[in-house]
């Protein structure tokens, strides 16, 4: 008869199992691993950046990290526990960077810009959206397309790829390069909230 505990005990030793296959470059091994935890990941993702394209990319990226550091598998001692650290991490993240990119107090407005009666506030806010448009206007096409596709439609980066012909690597670079320029317009315009 089966003791309480044994089927966790029977999950870790078969985590740990694929994880040795995954140390091995077993790519079976790695996307049993993707099959269990995406679905399990996304909605965490999601529940945290409120948008599920963005939740996408971030699940993926935790699984791209887990893969690139195949050789340290041996440090990873309950998988799970990993990815989700790694995912809301990821998360955080993001929303530092959409706080950074003021879209966060967008979000603010949306929800109720009576709530805010500060003029000075608002005035800092519609300064910083002009600024922030003005970057995104000096970036060449494809950053500027790619940065709106991503930022203001919330395509993922495998959606943005299939929707303007580009490989996903591509779309990736351009996306990275946008974020950096605009933050860096928006820094040399002094906005200190930035």
Do not use: C
């Not at 529940?47 to 996408?56: C, F, G, H, Q, S």
């Not at 690597?169 to 990275?176: A, D, G, Q, R, Y």
């Amino acid at each position: 008869m089966p003791r309480e505990g044994d089927g966790m005990s029977e999950h870790i030793l078969q985590e740990q199992t694929l994880l040795a296959g995954i140390g091995a470059s077993d790519e079976r091994a790695f996307g049993e691993i993707v099959r269990h935890y995406f679905p399990r990941l996304l909605p965490f993702a999601i529940k945290i950046t409120k948008n599920r394209a963005v939740a996408e990319d971030i699940v993926q990226e935790a699984f791209l990290r887990l893969w690139q550091h195949r050789a340290e598998y041996e440090k990873i001692q309950f998988l799970r526990a990993w990815l989700f650290t790694v995912v809301s991490n990821l998360s955080l993240t993001y929303i530092k960077r959409l706080a950074r990119e003021g879209k966060f107090l967008q979000h603010l407005r949306d929800f109720g810009e009576t709530a805010r009666s500060d003029v000075a506030e608002q005035v800092q806010y519609r300064e910083s959206g002009t600024v922030i448009a003005r970057a995104v206007l000096q970036l060449p096409p494809q950053q500027q397309q790619v940065y709106r596709l991503s930022r203001y439609e919330g395509l993922s980066i495998p959606e943005i790829a299939a929707h303007m012909g580009l490989s996903a690597n591509t779309v990736k670079n351009h996306l990275v390069r946008a974020l950096q320029s605009v933050r860096d317009h928006v820094r040399k315009a002094g906005l200190f909230w930035l």
